[in-house]
């Protein structure tokens, strides 16, 4: 069994900076891809970030590219968003998740419990 657990939210004022971390158990971390999705209140779960197995392959929704920068150590077994220039739609609880496959998303098939991230404005 797979455990996620990601860190780092909090609350942050607009245009502020916040780092959000995802560490995973087990040895196989390395071999698979993770990615970043968010839910804010009233609205359903999207995608944000995702990067493959080696970091080869990285991917961006359209509403955080150029603010938000995903990346991975896999000598950590931990996954990171950077996320800046921050805005109040940024607020949301963020989840990490674990691909079954290694170059891109796919399926998911395992998540983080989620980190709260609110942005005032």
């Known amino acids: 069994q797979v455990q996620l657990v990601e860190s780092g939210g909090g609350l942050v004022q607009a245009g502020g900076s916040l780092r959000l971390s995802c560490a995973a158990s087990?040895?196989?971390?390395?071999?698979?891809?993770m990615g970043w999705f968010r839910q804010a209140r009233g609205k359903e779960r999207e995608f944000v970030a995702a990067i493959a197995w080696n970091g080869g392959s990285i991917s961006y929704a359209d509403s955080v590219k150029g603010r938000f920068t995903i990346s991975r150590d896999n000598a950590k077994n931990t996954v990171y968003l950077q996320m800046n220039s921050l805005k109040p739609e940024d607020t949301a609880v963020y989840y990490c998740?674990?691909?079954?496959?290694?170059?891109?998303?796919?399926?998911?098939?395992?998540w983080g419990q989620g980190t709260q991230v609110t942005v005032s404005s």
């Open positions: 998740a674990r691909s079954s496959g290694s170059g891109d998303l796919g399926s998911i098939d395992y």
């Open positions: 087990g040895r196989t971390f390395r071999r698979y891809a």
